[in-house]
């Protein structure tokens, strides 16, 4: 099966408009996807028709809701090949997932001389987290280098595999370099040594099927606004194994049992991590982005995509006054890059006059910043939807942009 690209842009009703009497040309997919019409529907849809709150209802709205609720549940299950929904926990993104690892798991398993391993190219949602924890418990964070074109230094991961290392928590696809992180490797590398891994899976789930059973990772972490799906909705995959033996994260409603002023239980798994009433909409939306997903030909996509990343960085490479910042053999999604003679922020600025949307700035990735020595670039990234055209359109831009900065 081909894909086509026209056809599928036609499902995402907001590409269908100028910006500064300039067709839109959207760049910014690492920030957040746009939404196609399916996903809009179905949140729309739960909103006219069944809007009700999820369990324990003795009503039809609320029986309504909550099959559709736990049919979510199980959509994501599918879609990352876990062997339960009881190891999908919906949270609110990929920050709030690292975040119930660090305090949840980690509190109990980490003390003081542990280690916890990142890399220098991690989003802070991977760094943060794991500094609070380490103040807390005295465990310590150490980042793993990258080198010159923004590969993960793999000498030097081996070099700090150790017995103090608990947890490697590596991003999969960086956010701000675009590196594919080796993950199958830097897995079985751990678990070599006793080592837990967490895969911050933001910028990947995106671009290609993911396997957590296969890629054996302990916890993955995603967000559905990256992947079609709404905003405040993601997923925190852990082995069921781990979830289980871990306390909760937060206290409230449905993630209980019992409740008295002696003491409290807790609910099972899933519900024991999800306090309060859920994102429920969100929740049906995502499953609707997934099932969007998974009803084109993923390996068509994924060659679509990277070719037209391809292209963009081979125009890139050979733009005069340009320079990528990380050129990694193996990169997904996105190139970050700087324009002689030019401030990111103003080189965002005089794209969006002509229409063209992209991400200036450090990304939330500081440390990687300050590795190649800049303040912060501008990320083009990419998406389904967009066209070589549109890549030749963002150059035609970068034109008018060195024009006038001249």
């Known amino acids: 099966m081909s894909f086509d690209v026209q056809a599928v842009r036609a499902l995402f009703p907001i590409l269908n408009q100028e910006v500064n009497g300039k067709p839109l040309v959207y760049l910014d997919n690492g920030a957040t996807t746009q939404k196609p019409e399916a996903v809009i529907d179905a949140i729309s849809q739960y909103y006219r028709n069944d809007n009700a709150n999820v369990h324990r209802g003795a009503h039809a709205l609320s029986d309504r809701a909550t099959t559709k609720f736990e049919q979510?549940?199980?959509?994501?299950?599918?879609?990352?090949?876990?062997?339960?929904?009881?190891?999908?926990?919906?949270?609110?993104?990929?920050?709030?997932?690292i975040n119930m690892v660090a305090f949840s798991w980690g509190r109990e398993h980490l003390r003081k001389g542990d280690r916890i391993?990142?890399?220098?190219?991690?989003?802070?949602?991977?760094?943060?987290?794991?500094?609070?924890?380490?103040?807390?418990?005295?465990?310590?964070?150490?980042?793993?280098?990258?080198?010159?074109?923004?590969?993960?230094?793999?000498?030097?991961?081996?070099?700090?595999?150790?017995?103090?290392?608990?947890?490697?928590?590596?991003?999969?696809?960086?956010?701000?370099?675009?590196?594919?992180?080796?993950v199958e490797t830097i897995v079985e590398k751990a678990h070599a040594i006793g080592a837990k891994v967490l895969l911050d899976g933001a910028q990947a789930v995106a671009h290609w099927p993911l396997d957590v059973q296969k890629l054996d990772v302990d916890f993955y972490s995603f967000s559905a606004h990256k992947m079609y799906g709404p905003t405040g909705i993601g997923v925190l995959y852990g082995k069921e194994e781990l979830l289980d033996a871990m306390p909760p994260f937060m206290g409230g409603g449905e993630m209980?049992?019992?409740?008295?002023?002696?003491?409290?239980?807790?609910?099972?798994?899933?519900?024991?991590?999800?306090?309060?009433?859920?994102?429920?909409?969100?929740?049906?939306?995502?499953?609707?982005?997934?099932e969007f997903l998974e009803s084109l030909d993923r390996k068509a996509l994924a060659e679509h995509e990277q070719s037209v990343l391809n292209y963009a960085v081979s125009r890139a490479r050979d733009y005069d006054g340009l320079r990528l910042v990380g050129d990694a053999d193996h990169r997904a999604g996105l190139f970050s890059f700087l324009l002689e003679g030019g401030h990111p922020s103003d080189i965002g600025f005089l794209l969006d006059q002509q229409g063209i949307a992209v991400r200036v700035g450090n990304h939330c990735a500081m440390p990687a910043m300050e590795r190649f020595h800049v303040p912060g670039t501008v990320r083009a990234s990419f998406a389904m939807y967009n066209t070589k055209d549109e890549v030749d359109a963002l150059f035609a831009g970068l034109d008018k942009v060195k024009t006038f900065l001249m």
């Open 256 to 290: 209980i049992e019992t409740v008295s002023f002696k003491g409290t239980t807790f609910n099972t798994l899933p519900f024991k991590f999800e306090p309060g009433t859920p994102n429920i909409a969100g929740a049906i939306g995502f499953a609707a982005a997934i």
């Open 117 to 182: 391993l990142v890399s220098t190219m991690e989003h802070h949602a991977n760094i943060v987290p794991w500094q609070l924890l380490c103040g807390q418990t005295g465990a310590e964070l150490v980042p793993i280098p990258v080198d010159d074109r923004g590969q993960l230094d793999m000498q030097a991961f081996d070099d700090l595999l150790d017995e103090r290392v608990k947890l490697v928590s590596i991003v999969h696809v960086s956010n701000a370099l675009g590196t594919v992180n080796p």
């Open 72 to 97: 979510a549940r199980e959509s994501a299950r599918r879609f990352v090949n876990a062997r339960s929904t009881r190891e999908i926990i919906w949270t609110k993104g990929t920050t709030e997932s």
